[in-house]
């Protein structure tokens, strides 16, 4: 399982543009990029998900570069209700492999 | 979309006792089921990995006769905190593979034990 490194915490002014990036050297080639969106005392919620370049949903937008090594996830004008931890996770395609969470980022959204 | 329902959403029990957590997958069949321990501020550690008709797979250091896992059907997996201690005061979360081929999870919304 490819480990993933991203920052722990990041502040945000409502309205702003709100990129967290993850790193996943180790990334193999059947592995996808997957985020999740915790708030507390809640279970994770799927984000997005992407392979290669990029990804949009009503949500966010999913950037991976061409080497994979890395992946940052954007969140358009974020508010209030955007504070949450971030987790990148790195899965393998298919199957019902176990998926295992790293630390994530903690993103507070600051009026 | 897939849902997956949890229950007890909270619980508070007497040191000794037995707690049982229920995990359903609502509208699609799991498979396999995977159960999440989280203490606070801290992320999600996976604990096993529940297989329908079959034996659980536990994880290094997870107790398999203290944390008990039945997957009796492919919708429903329990997961039983047998003889329960305040250090087993966590907050569990199951979640299902939809098996769509793209290892997304859906989670349920998690069982808040606190055990005094």
């Known amino acids: 399982l490819a480990k993933t490194t991203q920052p722990i915490s990041m502040d945000s002014y409502e309205g702003q543009e709100v990129n967290i990036t993850c790193s996943h050297n180790n990334i193999a080639t059947n592995d996808y990029i997957t985020w999740y969106q915790q708030f507390p005392s809640q279970g994770p919620r799927f984000i997005i998900q992407g392979y290669k370049t990029k990804v949009t949903n009503e949500v966010a937008s999913l950037f991976i570069p061409a080497d994979r090594k890395s992946s940052t996830l954007s969140l358009p004008r974020v508010s209030l209700s955007d504070t949450a931890v971030y987790y990148c996770l790195v899965v393998l395609s298919g199957g019902y492999q176990k998926v295992t969470f790293g630390t994530g980022t903690k993103l507070q959204v600051i009026p | 979309g897939a849902v997956v329902s949890q229950h007890p959403s909270w619980v508070i029990c007497k040191s000794g006792t037995s707690v049982k957590i229920e995990c359903r997958s609502l509208?699609?069949?799991?498979?396999?089921m995977f159960w999440y321990r989280q203490f606070p501020k801290q992320s999600l550690m996976l604990m096993a990995t529940s297989n329908e008709g079959s034996k659980a797979t536990y994880e290094q250091g997870v107790e398999k006769d203290k944390f008990l896992i039945n997957h009796a059907s492919l919708t429903l997996s329990t997961l039983t905190v047998t003889s329960a201690h305040p250090e087993d005061s966590s907050f569990y979360i199951c979640s299902a593979n939809q098996q769509l081929g793209d290892n997304v999870l859906t989670f349920g919304a998690g069982s808040r034990l606190t055990v005094l």
């Open positions: 509208d699609f069949q799991a498979t396999t």
